[in-house]
């Protein structure tokens, strides 16, 4: 069973940074695009970046240009690094990757941006 944990959330000032993690284990043969999803308080959860194994990547409009993400395949490892962060980048943001046909996803990393 694939097992998705982040780390790296936190509390920052508005401008500031943060770099999420997500290690991928048990089960990684297969696995293919991976990203990060986020949910605001009274929010539906929404997209923030995904990244397929050729490296092909995808951003919300929202986080153009101050968000990247990243991946090191041979560690099955995903990053998602967060410049110029603004108060309403606060939520909770979690790690999902596809294995096959199935989606997986973390417990979730709370990032909190004050102003």
């Known amino acids: 069973q694939l097992q998705l944990v982040e780390s790296g959330g936190g509390l920052v000032q508005a401008g500031g940074s943060l770099r999420l993690s997500c290690a991928a284990s048990?089960?990684?043969?297969?696995?293919?695009?991976m990203g990060w999803y986020r949910q605001a308080p009274g929010k539906q959860r929404e997209l923030v970046a995904r990244i397929t194994t050729g490296g092909t990547t995808t951003y919300a409009d929202s986080v153009k240009g101050r968000f990247t993400i990243s991946r090191d395949n041979a560690k099955n490892l995903v990053y998602l690094q967060m410049n110029s962060l603004k108060p309403e980048d606060t939520a909770v943001y979690y790690c999902t990757a596809r294995r096959w046909l199935a989606d997986y996803w973390g417990q979730g990393t709370q990032v909190t941006v004050s102003s």
């Open positions: 048990g089960g990684v043969f297969g696995l293919n695009t």
